[in-house]
């Protein structure tokens, strides 16, 4: 019997890479309100839903924002970011990306979405995976955004599967706290790795087929 049934993935940082997108679009919107940013800041934003990122950014601004003006400021950051985003297609999905994805289906296991972003179908789209996973959990149907666990939990819900028979891949601190909090086991890759707090780390994405086996 397997010991997972259900792979939950990340989105951005995993699957597919946005960053220099998400710093672009953030820097643009710091620029205007003459705050500090940089790659350092814009690395605390990962993982973070919109208004929580822009309250990080606003740790450098000396001015009083009204919760109307923060919501404008965060509309106009993701239409900078929407518009990059049009820049994506299939080429900035890895071959070795999507050779695993294929592998794990071969293989019999359901494939999921969580990610805390609001943009992931349009991404996905773009890269050439829409209606690929068997369900995405994403900024548009949680309340709350990682490192609470309801994101991953939501998948598991949409695929039918308890929290303890689905493991989650995540390269975000916040991602693998959130995994652990919903009661599922975690693959780290990238930055997450030195978290030391993941069940597994993986050197690359392909490193998933020898747990899943």
């Not at 934003?45 to 990122?53: I, P």
Request: proline letters at 1%; one cysteine or more; glycine letters at 6%.
């Amino acid at each position: 019997m397997k010991k997972y049934e259900a792979v939950i993935f990340d989105l951005d940082g995993v699957i597919c890479h946005t960053d220099k997108y998400h710093f672009a679009a953030w820097k643009c919107l710091a620029d205007k309100l003459g705050v500090y940013f940089d790659e350092q800041i814009n690395n605390r934003l990962r993982g973070v839903s919109r208004m929580e990122s822009l309250e990080i950014v606003l740790e450098n601004f000396s001015g009083k924002l009204t919760e109307q003006q923060k919501l404008q400021y965060s509309n106009q950051k993701n239409e900078i970011y929407c518009d990059l985003l049009k820049n994506m297609d299939s080429s900035d999905l890895s071959i070795e990306v999507k050779q695993t994805l294929d592998q794990l289906r071969r293989r019999g296991y359901l494939l999921a979405i969580g990610s805390s972003s609001k943009n992931a179908g349009f991404i996905l789209k773009q890269i050439g995976l829409e209606n690929y996973f068997d369900a995405i959990s994403d900024g548009n149907n949680i309340t709350k955004s990682k490192p609470d666990p309801e994101v991953f939990l939501m998948a598991a819900k949409f695929v039918n599967k308890a929290a303890e028979m689905c493991l989650v891949v995540e390269d975000a601190k916040a991602g693998i706290e959130a995994a652990r909090k919903g009661g599922m086991d975690c693959a780290a890759i990238g930055d997450a790795v030195n978290c030391n707090m993941a069940d597994y780390n993986l050197s690359k994405f392909s490193d998933i087929l020898g747990i899943c086996e």
